[in-house]
Nanobody
Framework: QVQLVESGGGFVQAGGSLRLSCAAS????????MGWFRQAPEKEREFVAA????????YYTDSVKGRFTISRDNAENTLYLQMNSLKPEDTAVYYC??????????????????WGQGTQVTVSS
C-alpha cells in the first residue's frame, strides 16, 4: 500500500506560479511511476503529467507543455509539479497518483492504483 498526501495548492493570479508536492509513504517510492491529474467542477478527471519510476522520462498533456514540470526526489519520497504561467483554466483539484511497481508510465487514470486526497488550485483572471 502507498499513501500519498498532496500540498502546495492555493489561490494565485493568472501568470503566477505554484509548486505542488506529494509526499509518499508505505513502500519504496522509487519503484513507482507517478502522475498528476486534475479535476475541475463538473468535469472528468484529466491527466496532467507523468514521470517514470526512475525519473528518466516524463510526459505531459498538451495544454501544460512548456508551463508545468513534473519531477521527483526519490531520496525524499516526494513528487513535485512546478506550475508556471498559470491560467484560469488550470483551476481544479490536483491529485497525485501512483501506478503499480515498475510499470511504464501512463496517462490513463484507470492504470493508477493509489491516489492522494487532492489539493485545490484556483487561478484568478
Amino acid at each position: 500500500q502507498v499513501q500519498l498526501v498532496e500540498s502546495g495548492g492555493g489561490f494565485v493570479q493568472a501568470g503566477g506560479s505554484l509548486r505542488l508536492s506529494c509526499a509518499a509513504s508505505g513502500r519504496t517510492f522509487s519503484d513507482y511511476p507517478m502522475g498528476w491529474f486534475r479535476q475541475a467542477p463538473e468535469k472528468e478527471r484529466e491527466f496532467v503529467a507523468a514521470i517514470a519510476w526512475s525519473g528518466s522520462a516524463t510526459y505531459y498533456t498538451d495544454s501544460v507543455k512548456g508551463r508545468f514540470t513534473i519531477s521527483r526526489d526519490n531520496a525524499e519520497n516526494t513528487l513535485y509539479l512546478q506550475m508556471n504561467s498559470l491560467k484560469p483554466e488550470d483551476t481544479a483539484v490536483y491529485y497525485c497518483a501512483a501506478q503499480h511497481r515498475f510499470l511504464p508510465m501512463s496517462y490513463r487514470p484507470g492504470e493508477y492504483a493509489y491516489w492522494g486526497q487532492g489539493t485545490q488550485v484556483t487561478v484568478s483572471s
